[in-house]
């Protein structure tokens, strides 16, 4: 098989979230131990840290390995979804896995793999050890795809388990309430491994006691470890400065991940380093290196889908808030952006409780509904009947480039366009836009 067909072997035959949802979870270790197992292991191969939470995790993992390749480590990096190339997802110092690497994976092992019978998911996380196993990495960063007790990552022995937050996502899954979500990414923290929490609440709190006091797991509030003050924008950088009282550190620095949620990341993986520093002190990270992988995580990481500028006349902005504590801080700085007419691009999946979501956009906005060309997707027509229900006012369109190509048409280039909704919505439009597309003449 070529690069195509085995990508489209991978996305046809197995299960596949993105796809079908729900289904394609499997509820238990069993199948990512036994292609370990099939592997030889590759998990035990390497230093790990890992990452779960409901936002922010792949923020939060991007700015880590940009720090440790700062440091000089080989930094291997796992993430998902992918936007527009499923080698997003496994990459080494930023450099995306080869197509050759992915094809020779799946010749390999589809044939063993089969009595298995694994999800995509677990396939791309067997394929992600082996890889880092492979390129005799130094460390690699781990994010969590859903929850994390059952999640497929967690066959890993990480030296650092962070936990970003907690909020509603996914409840079909992993609970209704934020105590049974707290339990599931809860699920990540290990025996005597030092774990950040980024944020926590009056419901999740003793959730996150109660599993490091049983673990044995030394536990660190970031809130509680740092202080960090934003200072001003600099351009493409935001200007912070960080201390912490306990640990009689502080620290002047500029990060080129811009966006309202980034400063809950900026903190979590502030006081990751020093709670790393803390444990690992032949590996401790400098402030110079600190210093520096903040300031170039886009170049050095290869992050794309969070709050991507695209143009300046108009503002496009591309982001992947997908939920409602996501958008509960989209929002606001979007309502903070002094520009004319607010253009909103919007596509869900259709497992999303989207009234709750509408119902924080303003009722001045222009809307283009849209739905991500999944299974899962959402209807653009029932997009738009539910926020008609709220008087957000928009037409529906067959496509996300359709929809976003209307928008541009429609915006003077004083006004704001965001495209988002889902990361799948954001994937496509910049699938389309890498594809060569070119704007409707007015």
Avoid at 44 to 55: E, K, R
């Amino acid at each position: 098989m070529n690069y195509k067909e085995t990508i489209d072997f991978l996305f046809s035959s197995l299960p596949m979230f993105q796809r079908i949802g729900d289904a394609a979870i499997k509820k238990d270790l069993t199948n990512i131990k036994a292609l370990c197992s099939l592997l030889d292991e590759p998990q035990l191969a390497f230093q790990s840290i890992h990452i779960a939470g409901t936002n922010g995790k792949g923020s939060t993992s991007h700015m880590l390995a940009s720090i440790f390749q700062a440091a000089g480590k080989k930094v291997g990096l796992y993430t998902s979804p992918h936007y527009v190339d499923f080698r997003e997802r496994i990459k080494i110092n930023g450099a995306l896995i080869s197509k050759d690497d992915v094809i020779e994976f799946v010749e390999m092992y589809k044939d063993l793999w089969t009595l298995i019978a694994p999800s995509f998911f677990e396939i791309t996380v067997a394929m992600a050890f082996h890889h880092f196993r492979k390129e005799n990495v130094d460390i690699a960063i781990i994010e969590t795809g859903l929850g994390g007790r059952l999640d497929s990552t967690n066959i890993i022995t990480p030296m650092l388990s962070v936990i970003t937050n907690i909020s509603y996502d996914h409840t079909q899954i992993l609970g209704e309430s934020l105590k049974e979500i707290a339990f599931e990414k809860a699920g990540i923290i290990k025996k005597n491994t030092p774990v950040i929490i980024g944020e926590w609440n009056d419901e999740t709190r003793d959730v996150f006691l109660d599993k490091a006091k049983q673990e044995g797991a030394p536990l660190d509030i970031a809130t509680d470890v740092i202080t960090l003050l934003k200072k001003n924008e600099a351009g493409d950088h935001d200007h912070y400065m960080v201390y912490s009282e306990i640990h009689n550190w502080s620290l002047d620095f500029q990060c080129d991940l811009k966006g309202p949620y980034q400063e809950k990341n900026i903190r979590t993986v502030l006081a990751g380093c020093l709670i790393w520093n803390q444990h690992y002190r032949d590996q401790k990270l400098s402030n110079e290196v600190i210093r520096e992988g903040f300031q170039n995580i886009r170049s050095t990481t290869s992050l794309i889908g969070r709050w991507m500028q695209i143009q300046t006349d108009p503002l496009v902005i591309a982001d992947a808030a997908h939920n409602l504590d996501g958008f509960q801080n989209v929002l606001p700085a979007i309502m903070n952006i002094h520009k004319g007419k607010r253009h909103f691009v919007l596509g869900f999946v259709s497992d999303k409780d989207v009234m709750k979501i509408l119902a924080l956009f303003p009722k001045d906005g222009i809307y283009y509904w849209c739905s991500p060309d999944i299974p899962r997707g959402k209807p653009a027509e029932d997009s738009q009947q539910e926020g008609s229900a709220l008087e957000l006012v928009g037409q529906a369109y067959p496509s996300v480039i359709r929809a976003y190509d209307d928008a541009l048409m429609s915006a003077d280039d004083s006004d704001f366009i965001y495209v988002g909704g889902s990361s799948y919505v954001v994937g496509e439009f910049l699938t389309g836009l890498a594809s060569g597309y070119k704007k409707s003449p007015k």
